[in-house]
């Protein structure tokens, strides 16, 4: 069964700490995509990064940072020295195998505060 | 490029009625997937499209439909409303097929509240 677990329900930090938001998945399938979205306040769900894996390499874009581990079944996003404007839900999805559906984590409620 | 907009955004009906949404993707998008998202549940996957064909339907009663036209924009619709169909309906549109591995465009949705 495939499955993605976003353990933190809610996160609370002051602007300008760094935070984690981890991403644990389940697939048998050798071959599956990695997603990270967020979703503002609007609700519109904003694409941020994908990975597949055969791509264990991390990426880097600005203040956000993925950490892609096969062998944890993890691919964990920080956001470094966080702003105001990164509060949102975060959410983590897997699309695996020959499924054509994504499987979404419950998402992660940061809530960065001034 | 205007982004993906759906209609209308918010709107209350009561048990028992029917509802349609409409999805119209980004222009020259020709995959659209709606989603169900509810506090409980999180996002769950309805139905795609691509050019005028459901190519996949997740785990949803009957009640559930949905279409797409020669222009890409799509409806979905569900009739005989319950409480628990209270949610945001977010559709999603992609360029090529091979949605579920590529990114997706998300609208802002629409917020149905069931009396």
């Given at each position: 069964?495939?499955?993605?677990?976003?353990?933190?329900?809610?996160?609370?930090?002051?602007?300008?700490?760094?935070?984690?938001?981890?991403?644990?998945?389940?697939?048998?399938?050798?071959?599956?995509?990695?997603?990270?979205?967020?979703?503002?306040?609007?609700?519109?769900?904003?694409?941020?990064?994908?990975?597949?894996?055969?791509?264990?390499?991390?990426?880097?874009?600005?203040?956000?940072?993925?950490?892609?581990?096969?062998?944890?079944?993890?691919?964990n996003f920080t956001i470094?020295?966080?702003?105001?404007?990164?509060?949102?839900?975060?959410?983590?999805?897997?699309?695996?195998?020959?499924?054509?559906?994504?499987?979404?984590?419950?998402?992660?409620s940061l809530a960065v505060?001034? | 490029?205007?982004?993906?907009?759906?209609?209308?955004?918010?709107?209350i009906k009561t048990r028992?009625?029917?509802?349609?949404?409409?999805?119209?993707?980004?222009?020259?998008?020709?995959?659209?997937?709606?989603?169900?998202?509810?506090?409980?549940?999180?996002?769950?996957?309805?139905?795609?499209?691509?050019?005028?064909?459901?190519?996949?339907?997740?785990?949803?009663?009957?009640?559930?439909?949905?279409?797409?036209?020669?222009?890409?924009?799509?409806?979905?619709?569900?009739?005989?409303?319950?409480?628990?169909?209270?949610?945001?309906?977010?559709?999603?549109?992609?360029?090529?097929?091979?949605?579920?591995?590529?990114?997706?465009?998300?609208?802002?949705?629409?917020?149905?509240?069931?009396?």
């Open positions: 069964a495939q499955k993605v677990t976003q353990a933190q329900t809610e996160i609370s930090v002051v602007e300008k700490e760094d935070v984690t938001l981890d991403c644990v998945y389940e697939t048998r399938d050798t071959t599956y995509y990695l997603f990270w979205y967020k979703q503002p306040p609007s609700g519109e769900l904003v694409f941020l990064i994908r990975r597949n894996s055969f791509d264990e390499q991390n990426e880097i874009s600005g203040r956000y940072s993925w950490n892609f581990q096969k062998s944890t079944s993890s691919f470094t020295a966080s702003q105001v404007v990164d509060s949102a839900v975060y959410f983590c999805a897997l699309n695996a195998g020959n499924n054509r559906k994504l499987i979404w984590g419950l998402g992660t505060n001034p | 490029k205007a982004g993906v907009t759906q209609t209308p955004r918010y709107l028992g009625q029917q509802v349609t949404l409409s999805c119209s993707p980004i222009s020259g998008h020709r995959s659209v997937s709606w989603y169900q998202q509810t506090p409980g549940q999180g996002l769950q996957f309805l139905f795609e499209y691509f050019s005028e064909t459901q190519r996949n339907k997740g785990n949803f009663p009957g009640r559930f439909s949905g279409r797409q036209f020669s222009n890409s924009r799509s409806e979905m619709n569900v009739s005989t409303l319950e409480l628990g169909d209270s949610a945001l309906y977010l559709c999603a549109s992609s360029p090529k097929r091979e949605w579920g591995t590529g990114e997706l465009f998300f609208g802002e949705g629409s917020r149905l509240t069931v009396l």
